[in-house]
């Protein structure tokens, strides 16, 4: 267990508006990352944080921003929610040598 | 065009044999390679990795073997066990700083009693 929460779990929205996903982790690590999955995708990388105040984008970062003013939290904000973005969110932190550490996702629905 | 490639969607092993999970790679530049594996409903939970430098990392039942001049990875489990049934995912860390994971689809595997 690598302290990685995320919050909601479950959401359903709809389309054109606003949703803010939240990870926290408890182990003060530098780098988060949100990864989105979809059926025939595997995991994609949206956007990560190497530091407070430092983020970078991912390879499907369009129509995703991200925050991080503290180091124990990373939000993702869909700005406007449209119906592509319907997925399974997973927030994860690095741990060294590659090796990251998933929390345990966010099933969002864009109706 | 994907640098990671595991080109069999579905795997199905008995119970005790071998389960053989194969990955496929572009880029020659990336230093690390790990095994993932998720249930349903979890996030994906770290199985085992490979460095670069290395062509083979063993712990327990699960051994990587790693193929540079193939471009080519595989993961066995022996024996196989119903409890290993998921979807396994193959990732590499193209190196660097931001330290981010490039996966593939994934292949289900299902072992059967």
């Known amino acids: 267990d690598a302290g990685i929460t995320q919050s909601p779990r479950h959401k359903v929205t709809e389309t054109g508006t606003p949703v803010t996903l939240r990870c926290h982790q408890t182990?003060?690590?530098?780098?988060m990352y949100w990864y989105r999955q979809d059926p025939g995708h595997g995991l994609r990388l949206i956007h990560y944080s190497y530091g407070v105040k430092d983020t970078d984008k991912g390879e499907v970062s369009d129509g995703y921003s991200v925050s991080r003013s503290k180091t124990e939290d990373f939000l993702l904000t869909l700005e406007s929610a449209t119906s592509s973005q319907t997925s399974v969110y997973f927030c994860?932190?690095?741990?060294?040598?590659?090796?990251?550490?998933f929390g345990p996702g966010t099933r969002l629905t864009v109706t | 065009d994907q640098q990671v490639k595991q080109n069999s969607p579905s795997l199905s092993v008995q119970e005790g044999r071998i389960s053989i999970l194969n990955c496929d790679y572009t880029n020659s530049m990336f230093d690390y390679f790990l095994w993932y594996k998720k249930y349903p409903a979890e996030g994906p939970t770290f199985l085992i990795s490979i460095s670069s430098i290395k062509d083979k990392n063993e712990d327990g039942r699960f051994t990587v073997f790693l193929n540079k001049s193939a471009k080519h990875l595989s993961l066995h489990i022996v024996p196989s066990q119903p409890g290993d049934s998921a979807v396994y995912f193959c990732a590499a860390s193209p190196g660097g700083s931001q330290g981010n994971l490039i996966f593939g689809k994934g292949t289900k595997l299902s072992v059967k009693p």
């Open positions: 994860a932190i690095s741990v060294g040598s590659g090796e990251q550490y």
């Open positions: 182990e003060n690590h530098r780098y």
